[in-house]
């Protein structure tokens, strides 16, 4: 079956604009988190969905940073106002429960010039 | 909060050799512990996983852990590494589902592993 997928995969983008990336979780999966991996701040949790609710988004760097989840399957995760130190690798994983095994996508590159 | 350290940022094994990759952790409930490895260019693959009961947990790939609560740790070993284990492993602690945040990870800096031939 389909795993977890993440577009776009790689997104170049200058300094202040808006981007958006996608996850599409594996069906029938209720929980999905986003992480952010960089070079310096190694892998961090950003916020986690359980259906189309956030029931923790301790994880968000800034104000900028948000996230929703519709139809309890696809999110977006929106940056506002790119900055460079937005530049990572993001993660989305999902579960089938909240507590369960979690299953990681590809990632999408993010670099902001 | 908890936290995850991972001594050795690099080590390097020679083929059929055995491998350990240290983790400590910190949390102050029951932990749940977790590897991953992630090979370059791709995602992040569990290789196993410790919930609760045994302590010493079988993985994916020929690899286990020991879970020891006395020193806070949960190394990763294998007895005969191969080259396709060259990649960066992850260590992970979970929060309990009780509190309400569904399991977030909180990661390692990572250890990458070459192999060499």
């Known amino acids: 079956g389909a795993g977890v997928s993440q577009s776009p995969s790689n997104k170049v983008t200058e300094k202040g604009k808006d981007v958006e990336l996608r996850c599409d979780p594996i069906s029938g999966h209720t929980a999905l988190y986003w992480y952010r991996q960089s070079l310096g701040q190694g892998l961090e949790f950003l916020i986690y969905f359980q259906g189309n609710s956030a029931p923790d988004k301790s994880g968000l760097p800034s104000d900028r940073f948000s996230a929703e989840r519709t139809g309890g399957s696809v999110s977006t995760l929106t940056i506002q106002r790119t900055q460079q130190e937005d530049s990572a690798v993001y993660l989305c994983?999902?579960?089938?429960?909240?507590?369960?095994?979690?299953?990681f996508g590809p990632g999408t590159r993010l670099t902001v010039l | 909060a908890q936290s995850v350290t991972q001594p050795d940022i690099h080590i390097t094994v020679s083929e059929g050799a055995s491998l350990e990759l240290r983790c400590n952790y910190s949390y102050g409930a029951t932990p749940y512990l977790f590897w991953y490895v992630q090979s370059p260019g791709q995602g992040l693959q569990l290789l196993l996983k410790?919930?609760?009961?045994?302590?010493l947990v079988q993985g994916i790939k020929g690899f286990e852990a020991e879970f020891k609560r006395s020193q806070s740790s949960f190394n990763l070993r294998k007895p005969s590494v191969h080259w396709s284990d060259a990649a960066e492993y992850f260590c992970?602690?979970?929060?309990?589902?009780?509190?309400?945040?569904?399991?977030?990870?909180?990661f390692g800096t990572g250890t990458q592993l070459k192999v060499e031939l």
């Open positions: 992970a602690v979970g929060t309990s589902i009780l509190t309400g945040g569904g399991n977030k990870l909180t």
């Open positions: 994983a999902s579960s089938l429960a909240p507590g369960g095994e979690q299953f």
């Open positions: 410790y919930f609760s009961g045994d302590t």
